[in-house]
């Protein structure tokens, strides 16, 4: 019998300080740029006010970039324009340097984290501090069999609670979240549609690296049969991770969730991120308080996800690259939002 309950996340998970935000809210109009005057950046910075509890709001010193990385065996049907299995290539490449969120993370001084889940390669062939929250090789191809065990899913759902841990722990004061995966941007539609009541179609997208037609017709076609599998375990969240998630994805709402039980917010990326946070509101509806969405990919799934939790992207650059590459984007605006709210003198008062 699991000892995991999610329901009681409903129970700890809170609000963002709402009397902060109208403090933040209050200084903000005596401040000498006029409120509204810039724009999508006073709400940013009313936003983390109210997670910090704190006004004037503290800077983000210590952002991080964590990745949840996995293979999906939904990619052998010819979903991805990668091949099936080859996810582990491209954490290498993040380790390397070589990734845009590599690039990115360096000139931003930001440290890079991946957390193996499910990728489908030796153990041994990565980091120790990479790999040892694994929880299988692979996920199973969700169109004709579960994604994971029931064992597994509640394993890589409490791995995603400890790597949120761990980075509160450590004095982690922002998370950007993405993935490293392949084949998970079907699971993610299928997620959507199922947590949304949409067809196939309607959130099928091209994926990070763009599929033609026909790939897109066996993608909509995937995702197609895995909602008839996704449909009938809707009432229970944790199972439909295990039906029609994947080790990566179960982790990453895990980790969500445990983020904003913690207080610490995070920054979403792209579809997969905004596919897990569909799954986490549903456990527990205060959660999406605690997070901001990056950017606009261009997903129609990830539109879909975004808009039932109201969360409006603070970018639309079309970066569909994955990996918080459109995460890191809007870390700067963000981290400028908190300067702007701490920083700008008040309008000196009146004499009487």
Known sequence: MSSLNLDDFTDLIERP????????????????????????????????????SA?????????????????????????SAREAGSAAALVREVLEGGRPVSVL????????RVVDMSLDCDPESLPEDVVR?????????????????????EAAFRAGMAVADEEADSGTDLVVLGD?????????????????GTDASVVT????????????????????????????????????????GGADLTAMTGFLLQA????????????????????????????????????SSGEPGQAKALDRMALDPVLSHGVTVGEAAGGLLALPLIQAAAALAAELPETPAKPE
């Open 55 to 79: 006004v004037p709001v503290r800077p983000i010193e210590r952002p991080r970039v964590v990745l949840f990385a996995g293979d999906h065996g939904i990619a052998g049907l010819g979903v």
């Open 205 to 244: 997208g091209r994926g990070g690296q763009a599929i033609d037609d026909l790939a897109w017709m066996r993608k909509c076609a995937a995702i197609r049969d895995a909602l008839r599998r996704a449909r009938p375990v809707l009432g229970d969240q944790l199972r439909l991770l295990a039906t029609v």
């Open 133 to 153: 929250h694994r929880v299988r090789r692979g996920s199973g191809r969700i169109d004709i069999e579960d994604a994971l065990s029931a064992e597994e899913a």
């Open 17 to 52: 300080d709402g009397g902060v935000r109208r403090d933040a809210e209050a200084r903000r109009e005596r401040q000498i740029v006029p409120p509204g005057s810039l724009g999508r950046l006073d709400d940013l910075g009313e936003w983390l006010a109210a997670a910090q």
């Open 180 to 196: 490293v995966s392949v084949g998970g941007t079907t699971a993610a539609g299928v997620l959507v549609a199922a947590l949304c």
């Open 105 to 112: 993370a360096r000139r931003q001084g930001v440290p890079v």
């Open 260 to 295: 904003a039980v913690r207080k610490l917010p995070v920054v979403l990326d792209g579809v997969v991120t905004a596919a897990c946070a569909l799954v986490a509101q549903r456990v527990a509806f205060r959660a999406p308080d605690w997070w901001v969405a990056a950017h």
